[in-house]
């Protein structure tokens, strides 16, 4: 009977091993992206053609299990960096993906990386560390300790690192040392998990499982205003033109006006939305979960077009690409969609190796 | 024929129905207003429940799924306690089955003959089927609440999302702390200590708990099924997150609680553990004077541990108390 049930049980229910939802980047006419659970590779923009794939397709490369990759590639002058849930930063040649060195943050990284303009590479991990090293080595140059797991990328500025973590805390850290620089961190109700965003010079949005989002004072850590959803925030918002645009798990996307928090509009989607709204061919594309795509007119929220249904579980950021918008689907299909109207463009073709 | 246990109510059989046709009003009314009821009755209630321990244990999830396990497996162990005991009259029964089986050819007879023989024992047939049911229902939502909370991907966290309840004390408990002992609870055991102690503990459980079997095939069946329980559970639990080994630990442990309070202590012997097969198959029943029918205790009362005053000759005393003590047995010798 137990056994049956255990089956009948197995059978019913989806255990999701992690996959990664991993945004592509574009960089000189080729396009990194994880197209396979746990494998970073470099496509030709053109033709989607694969240039490499990391970890190789060797007895050697099939002994590295990468797990999945959450965050978005960084692209420098002639590397690519990564982190992965297996809780290594990777550093590849751009040109080839041979590895050029690998770091142990000691646990999971989900958040992802930052790289600087001037040189410095920034990772987060899930045992609550920051730490800065440098990209040509890989070796460390400082650490900090944010207390609880950090579930996203850094935002850096001129002037500081700012980290959530699970345990609701927002932290601005020295961009050298990654001492703290507040009196003491802002504190929400629950876990922040959204990657800090900018507004202006001198705010900072988040949001989280209290379903709160937040703007903050960058320069003390205040809170400005907030504003409550209807579930937890996790999509990085965009921002343009005074406006905020948070997606959140209900299926909202919320316009709130970046000054006060004030909601200008809200669209619904039928799937919860974790992936960041992009602003492409003038309107704002947004995707849920469910792989439901819809072009909104940024002043009243209206859907211009939509769906575009892609029959596949999206949670990674959409990215331009020339006049297309692509994303990655989970399992790592790629998909194109031209902005303007959301056609799905004849080079939607699912690129394996 | 046992008089006293035709004429005792059997009240508590109608407490499964009655939570089963409780639940199927529930269903019909979620379903009329458009809600998933699997989700909404059970599913979403347990990993609530089970975020909630969490922070009653202050933030160990792993003592919160023990937590769990007691609490379900003690609000269910009326149902559980009466599987058993129907299961162990049904086995007690066995050989007269058999025999009637044996001596009446047309099966509308021996249908009827086997109803009388029920009635006569106060054996409802279906009387393991319901609270084995409910059991079963239980232990599939609990599963898959424990799939949904310890996920162990970030991917899992969005369906937890759509299923936490609005309150901050449960928000503030995720993500919820996957590590108790050794054990990534959202990721599988590569050291393999969970599975083996998950395969151990059901063969415990299996084997100190098989019942008597007259029958050579049925016995057979029982002896393989004590190795391939165990093996399956194995087999699931090296490819499922650590949390669920451990609810199976614990439910095991608890199992073994309940059935030593059902069987007896006669059951948890060395000799019962490390021999192959069961414990020896009862006699066939020898037939009775009408007389002593009258006095002799139904096989489900014998279940419960319950001795006849007299023991006929030639048939197997059943005269051990719940906890095996042999009562009456040197009497009997004399």
Request: with cysteine; hydrophobic share 45%; net charge neutral.
């Given at each position: 009977m137990a056994v049956a049930a255990a089956f009948v049980a197995t059978g019913c229910a989806q255990i999701a091993s992690p996959s990664g939802w991993a945004g592509p980047v574009s960089s000189d006419g080729t396009v990194y992206a994880s197209i396979?659970?746990?494998?970073?590779?470099?496509?030709?923009?053109?033709?989607?053609?694969?240039?490499?794939?990391?970890?190789?397709?060797?007895?050697?490369?099939?002994?590295?299990?990468?797990?999945?990759?959450?965050?978005?590639?960084?692209?420098?002058?002639?590397?690519?960096?990564?982190?992965?849930?297996?809780?290594?930063?990777?550093?590849?040649?751009?040109?080839?993906?041979?590895?050029?060195?690998?770091?142990?943050?000691g646990d999971r990284i989900i958040g992802g990386l930052a790289l600087t303009e001037d040189n410095r590479l920034y990772v987060t991990s899930t045992n609550g560390a920051v730490y800065l090293l440098d990209p040509d080595k890989g070796s460390q140059l400082a650490r900090s300790d944010a207390g609880d797991g950090i579930w996203s990328a850094p935002l850096v500025t001129r002037t500081a690192v700012f980290v959530d973590s699970v345990d609701g805390k927002l932290q601005a850290l020295d961009p050298q040392s990654l001492a703290p620089l507040w009196d003491k961190p802002f504190k929400a109700g629950a876990g922040l998990i959204t990657d800090p965003v900018l507004a202006g010079e001198n705010t900072v949005l988040v949001g989280g499982i209290d379903e709160t989002f937040y703007a903050l004072d960058a320069a003390t850590g205040a809170m400005k205003w907030s504003f409550g959803g209807g579930n937890w925030f996790w999509g990085r918002p965009l921002v343009d033109q005074g406006t905020v645009y948070a997606p959140n798990l209900d299926g909202k996307v919320y316009a709130l006006d970046a000054a006060t928090g004030s909601l200008k509009?809200?669209?619904?989607?039928?799937?919860?939305?974790?992936?960041?709204?992009?602003?492409?061919?003038?309107?704002?594309?947004?995707?849920?979960?469910?792989?439901?795509?819809?072009?909104?007119?940024?002043?009243?929220?209206?859907?211009?077009?939509?769906?575009?249904?892609?029959?596949?579980t999206v949670l990674s950021d959409p990215v331009l690409l020339g006049d297309k918008v692509l994303i990655v689907a989970e399992g790592g299909d790629l998909f194109a969609v031209t902005p303007a109207d959301g056609a799905l463009a004849p080079v939607n073709v699912t690129v394996k190796q | 024929m046992s008089a006293g246990a035709v004429t005792t109510p059997r009240r508590g059989n109608f407490t499964p129905f009655a939570i089963v046709l409780?639940?199927?009003?529930?269903?019909?009314?979620?379903?009329?207003?458009?809600?998933?009821?699997?989700?909404?009755?059970?599913i979403n209630p347990l990993i609530n429940a089970l975020i909630l321990l969490d922070k009653v244990v202050l933030g160990q999830f792993g003592l919160a799924i023990l937590m769990f396990t007691l609490i379900l497996r003690v609000a269910t162990i009326p149902f559980t306690i009466r599987q058993l005991e129907s299961t162990r009259a049904m086995q007690t029964v066995q050989p007269q089955i058999q025999e009637l089986q044996k001596k009446y050819k047309d099966p509308k007879r021996r249908q009827e003959e086997m109803i009388k023989l029920y009635r006569e024992n106060s054996i409802n047939p279906l009387g393991c089927a319901m609270p084995l049911m409910i059991q079963m229902v239980v232990f599939i939502a609990l599963?898959?609440?424990?799939?949904?909370?310890?996920?162990?991907?970030?991917?899992?966290?969005?369906?937890?999302?759509?299923?936490?309840?609005?309150?901050?004390?449960?928000?503030?408990?995720?993500?919820?702390?996957?590590?108790?002992?050794?054990?990534?609870?959202?990721?599988?055991?590569?050291?393999?200590?969970?599975?083996?102690?998950?395969?151990?503990?059901?063969?415990?459980?299996?084997?100190?708990?098989?019942?008597?079997?007259?029958?050579?095939?049925?016995?057979?069946?029982?002896?393989?099924?004590?190795?391939?329980?165990?093996?399956?559970?194995?087999?699931?639990?090296?490819?499922?997150?650590?949390?669920?080994?451990?609810?199976w630990v614990a439910s095991n442990v608890f199992s073994l609680f309940v059935s030593y309070y059902v069987?007896?202590?006669?059951?948890?012997?060395?000799?019962?553990?490390?021999?192959?097969g069961g414990p020896p198959a009862p006699a066939p029943a020898a037939k009775k004077p009408a007389a002593d029918e009258e006095d002799a205790p139904s096989p489900k009362a014998k279940a419960r541990g319950e001795s006849a005053p007299e023991t006929p000759a030639g048939t197997e005393p059943q005269a051990r108390d719940r906890h095996g003590k042999r009562r009456g047995k040197r009497k009997n010798r004399r």
């Amino acid at each position: 009977m137990a056994v049956a049930a255990a089956f009948v049980a197995t059978g019913c229910a989806q255990i999701a091993s992690p996959s990664g939802w991993a945004g592509p980047v574009s960089s000189d006419g080729t396009v990194y992206a994880s197209i396979e659970s746990g494998r970073m590779a470099a496509l030709d923009s053109q033709n989607f053609s694969v240039k490499w794939v990391f970890p190789p397709k060797t007895d050697e490369g099939d002994k590295l299990k990468l797990e999945g990759i959450y965050g978005a590639p960084q692209v420098g002058k002639d590397t690519i960096y990564f982190g992965a849930y297996d809780g290594y930063v990777y550093a590849l040649n751009a040109s080839d993906g041979s590895q050029r060195w690998q770091f142990n943050t000691g646990d999971r990284i989900i958040g992802g990386l930052a790289l600087t303009e001037d040189n410095r590479l920034y990772v987060t991990s899930t045992n609550g560390a920051v730490y800065l090293l440098d990209p040509d080595k890989g070796s460390q140059l400082a650490r900090s300790d944010a207390g609880d797991g950090i579930w996203s990328a850094p935002l850096v500025t001129r002037t500081a690192v700012f980290v959530d973590s699970v345990d609701g805390k927002l932290q601005a850290l020295d961009p050298q040392s990654l001492a703290p620089l507040w009196d003491k961190p802002f504190k929400a109700g629950a876990g922040l998990i959204t990657d800090p965003v900018l507004a202006g010079e001198n705010t900072v949005l988040v949001g989280g499982i209290d379903e709160t989002f937040y703007a903050l004072d960058a320069a003390t850590g205040a809170m400005k205003w907030s504003f409550g959803g209807g579930n937890w925030f996790w999509g990085r918002p965009l921002v343009d033109q005074g406006t905020v645009y948070a997606p959140n798990l209900d299926g909202k996307v919320y316009a709130l006006d970046a000054a006060t928090g004030s909601l200008k509009w809200a669209f619904a989607a039928p799937g919860p939305v974790r992936s960041a709204p992009l602003l492409a061919g003038g309107l704002v594309v947004v995707v849920d979960k469910d792989g439901q795509m819809f072009g909104l007119d940024p002043a009243s929220g209206k859907a211009a077009w939509g769906p575009t249904v892609l029959n596949k579980t999206v949670l990674s950021d959409p990215v331009l690409l020339g006049d297309k918008v692509l994303i990655v689907a989970e399992g790592g299909d790629l998909f194109a969609v031209t902005p303007a109207d959301g056609a799905l463009a004849p080079v939607n073709v699912t690129v394996k190796q | 024929m046992s008089a006293g246990a035709v004429t005792t109510p059997r009240r508590g059989n109608f407490t499964p129905f009655a939570i089963v046709l409780a639940l199927a009003v529930g269903v019909f009314v979620l379903l009329a207003a458009g809600r998933d009821p699997w989700n909404d009755l059970f599913i979403n209630p347990l990993i609530n429940a089970l975020i909630l321990l969490d922070k009653v244990v202050l933030g160990q999830f792993g003592l919160a799924i023990l937590m769990f396990t007691l609490i379900l497996r003690v609000a269910t162990i009326p149902f559980t306690i009466r599987q058993l005991e129907s299961t162990r009259a049904m086995q007690t029964v066995q050989p007269q089955i058999q025999e009637l089986q044996k001596k009446y050819k047309d099966p509308k007879r021996r249908q009827e003959e086997m109803i009388k023989l029920y009635r006569e024992n106060s054996i409802n047939p279906l009387g393991c089927a319901m609270p084995l049911m409910i059991q079963m229902v239980v232990f599939i939502a609990l599963y898959r609440a424990l799939v949904f909370t310890v996920g162990g991907s970030p991917e899992s966290l969005i369906g937890l999302s759509q299923r936490l309840y609005p309150f901050s004390f449960l928000q503030t408990s995720v993500p919820l702390n996957q590590h108790f002992l050794w054990l990534d609870l959202g990721a599988k055991d590569t050291t393999f200590i969970l599975p083996l102690v998950v395969g151990l503990s059901t063969y415990v459980q299996q084997k100190m708990t098989m019942t008597p079997n007259a029958s050579a095939q049925m016995q057979q069946q029982q002896q393989m099924m004590t190795w391939m329980m165990p093996m399956m559970l194995v087999f699931l639990t090296l490819n499922l997150p650590s949390g669920v080994g451990v609810y199976w630990v614990a439910s095991n442990v608890f199992s073994l609680f309940v059935s030593y309070y059902v069987y007896g202590r006669k059951a948890f012997t060395w000799r019962q553990l490390l021999l192959p097969g069961g414990p020896p198959a009862p006699a066939p029943a020898a037939k009775k004077p009408a007389a002593d029918e009258e006095d002799a205790p139904s096989p489900k009362a014998k279940a419960r541990g319950e001795s006849a005053p007299e023991t006929p000759a030639g048939t197997e005393p059943q005269a051990r108390d719940r906890h095996g003590k042999r009562r009456g047995k040197r009497k009997n010798r004399r």
